[in-house]
Every structure is written in structure tokens, then in C-alpha cells.
């Protein structure tokens, strides 16, 4: 069959989307405003090019004109710290995913554990394997409530033992598929 994307309404639209654009990244986005610190997953980012080293991610909004906290923290700050997902840390992503007041940390309600290397990014959370510590690059305008934000890599966190000599990185994440969180399987 052939789906005439002006047939679907929105909802349906989004499920089709991400049940089939798959399996997508999670950017387990940190910010921080007034000493909140805000965590948070995001599915709607991939890279975008190496030189510059972009990314893009796309935040959609809390209620009819009131951005996510992700999204108002980068715009305010221009910083962010995207973290990566895996197999030890699901259940705290998951629980990042609930809404809460713009002045209450997920970090802090659900105690999940932070650091910060880096005294001028957003704190990067302790169980993952990689962080990348992002400046507020360019807003794509776009109609509809979602902002695409394309992010620069400044640094990156990487565990010891996790980059080999040439440069490989090696990271088990977790991915989004549909409203599922897969692990990625060798071949
Ligand atoms: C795995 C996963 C992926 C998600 N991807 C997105 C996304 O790409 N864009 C988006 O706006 N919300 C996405 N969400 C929902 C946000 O995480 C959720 O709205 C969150 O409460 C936003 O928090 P904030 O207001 O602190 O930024 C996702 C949720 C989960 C669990």
C-alpha cells in the first residue's frame, strides 16, 4: 500500500514516522537554568556533517506556545550536553521523559547520579558511556510546533577503554524504535 502523508493526521503520522524510521539515537539532552538541571531523551536527532561536527535535534513544545525546558535551556544558554543511552541507564532515561515544572530537575527527583567535567557545559550523566558537550549553532525554521536545533560538538566524554587506537569508538547504546528502546546486535 502507499500512504498519502496528507490523508494521516498528526498523531498517526508520528506513530508511522517513528515506528519506521528506525532504530533512532537517543539524546539524552542535559541543560541547565538557575541552577536547575534539566534532563531530558530526544529520538528526532542525528548527525548532520563532521566538519563542522553538527548535529540536529528536534524539541516540540509543553502546551500551545510554551517550548520544553530542553528547548527554552538552549535557546537561553546555548549550551548543551547530550548524553548516550544504554542498557544500565534505560530506566532513568525513561523516567527523564516525564513533564515536570520548568524549576523541578528530573536529576534531582529521580536521583540520578551527574558530574560535571567541564566547569562551562551542562552536567553529563555519570552512567553513560559518552557525552557530547554542544554550543547552540542555528534554529531551523520550520511550520508546526516542533524546533529543529542544530548543535556544534565541542568535546566529548568518552569512557576509558572505549576509544582504540585508530579512533574507534566502542559504545553499546540504546536506540528508539517506535515507543520501544532496542539494544543494537552485531551481525
Ligand atoms: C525515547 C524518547 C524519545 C523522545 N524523543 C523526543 C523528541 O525527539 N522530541 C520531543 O520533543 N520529545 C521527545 N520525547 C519526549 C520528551 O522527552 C518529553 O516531552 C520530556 O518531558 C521533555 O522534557 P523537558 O520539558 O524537560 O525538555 C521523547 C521521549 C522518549 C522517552
Not at 542525528?46 to 563542522?52: C, G, I, K, T
Not at 548516550?84 to 536529576?107: P, Q
Request: charged share 30%.
Amino acid at each position: 500500500m502507499i500512504i498519502d502523508y496528507k490523508d494521516v493526521n498528526d498523531l498517526n503520522r508520528y506513530k508511522i514516522m517513528s515506528d519506521t524510521v528506525i532504530p533512532r539515537p537517543i539524546a539524552w539532552i542535559v541543560t541547565e537554568d538557575e541552577g536547575v538541571i534539566n534532563a531530558a531523551p530526544f529520538s528526532y536527532f542525528v548527525p548532520l556533517s563532521s566538519n563542522p561536527a553538527l548535529v540536529i535535534v528536534s524539541i516540540g513544545q509543553k502546551e500551545e506556545g510554551i517550548p520544553k525546558d530542553t528547548l527554552a535551556n538552549i535557546l537561553k544558554h546555548k549550551k548543551a550536553t547530550i548524553c548516550f543511552v544504554n542498557k544500565d541507564n534505560t530506566k532513568d532515561v525513561k523516567l527523564c521523559a516525564t513533564m515536570l515544572d520548568k524549576n523541578k530537575s528530573e536529576v534531582e527527583k529521580y536521583e540520578i547520579d551527574v558530574q560535571k567535567p567541564l566547569e562551562d557545559y551542562p552536567s553529563m550523566i555519570s552512567s553513560t558511556q559518552s557525552a557530547l558537550f554542544c554550543d547552540f549553532y542555528q534554529k531551523v525554521d520550520i511550520p508546526g510546533k516542533t524546533t529543529p536545533i542544530i548543535l556544534e560538538i565541542k568535546k566529548q566524554f568518552i569512557e576509558d577503554g572505549r576509544l582504540d587506537e585508530k579512533s574507534h569508538v566502542h559504545i553499546e547504546n540504546i536506540g528508539r524504535s517506535g515507543a520501544f528502546f532496542k539494544a543494537m546486535v552485531d551481525l
